[in-house]
């Protein structure tokens, strides 16, 4: 389900109340592909409700390349939420998901192998609510600019 950012934070405390472990990830999941599933699915298997974190389309622009997304943040919330291991999906405008993880006070909040505890943006976030962090080695040879670069080389973009 697609839950608008403001009212994220009241079905969080519905879903603790009712004793769900709560589990959180983000990400700007452009183009999903197979390694995002899998991401995906292992980050769903740290809890009872898998809730993710969608980086709207001008927050991936700042983050990423004022060319990107590919895919509009209401399109790639569609396909998110069409995943089975996906409860809820909230998009959000900042760059990182500190304010969310202060909103929603996940049990854990999943991100991938390249970060460290120490690394981690949302870090001091998940220490003042509570939760800890896993981090999930991703999938080799699937990414997202792997795609794209794929693509160029095809249609012989520059």
């Given at each position: 389900?697609?839950?608008?950012?403001?009212?994220?934070?009241?079905?969080?405390?519905?879903?603790?109340?009712?004793?769900?472990?709560?589990?959180?990830?983000?990400?700007?999941?452009?183009?999903?592909?197979?390694?995002?599933?899998?991401?995906?699915?292992?980050?769903?298997?740290?809890?009872?409700?898998?809730?993710?974190?969608?980086?709207?389309?001008?927050?991936?622009?700042r983050w990423k390349d004022e060319k990107r997304p590919i895919v509009d943040e209401n399109n790639r919330a569609i396909v998110l939420d069409a995943l089975d291991c996906v409860d809820y999906v909230v998009l959000f405008d900042e760059t990182s998901a500190e304010a969310l993880v202060e909103k929603i006070k996940p049990a854990v909040y999943v991100k991938g192998g390249d970060y460290t505890i120490d690394t981690l943006p949302e870090a001091g976030a998940l220490r003042r609510c509570g939760g800890h962090a896993q981090f999930v080695d991703m999938v080799a040879g699937c990414s997202t600019t792997g795609i794209i670069n794929k693509i160029k080389e095809i249609y012989m973009i520059k």
């Amino acid at each position: 389900m697609i839950i608008q950012n403001t009212d994220i934070a009241a079905l969080c405390d519905i879903l603790r109340h009712s004793g769900k472990k709560i589990v959180l990830t983000n990400g700007c999941f452009d183009l999903l592909h197979a390694g995002h599933v899998t991401y995906l699915k292992k980050a769903a298997s740290f809890g009872d409700c898998l809730i993710v974190g969608l980086n709207s389309d001008a927050s991936v622009k700042r983050w990423k390349d004022e060319k990107r997304p590919i895919v509009d943040e209401n399109n790639r919330a569609i396909v998110l939420d069409a995943l089975d291991c996906v409860d809820y999906v909230v998009l959000f405008d900042e760059t990182s998901a500190e304010a969310l993880v202060e909103k929603i006070k996940p049990a854990v909040y999943v991100k991938g192998g390249d970060y460290t505890i120490d690394t981690l943006p949302e870090a001091g976030a998940l220490r003042r609510c509570g939760g800890h962090a896993q981090f999930v080695d991703m999938v080799a040879g699937c990414s997202t600019t792997g795609i794209i670069n794929k693509i160029k080389e095809i249609y012989m973009i520059k």
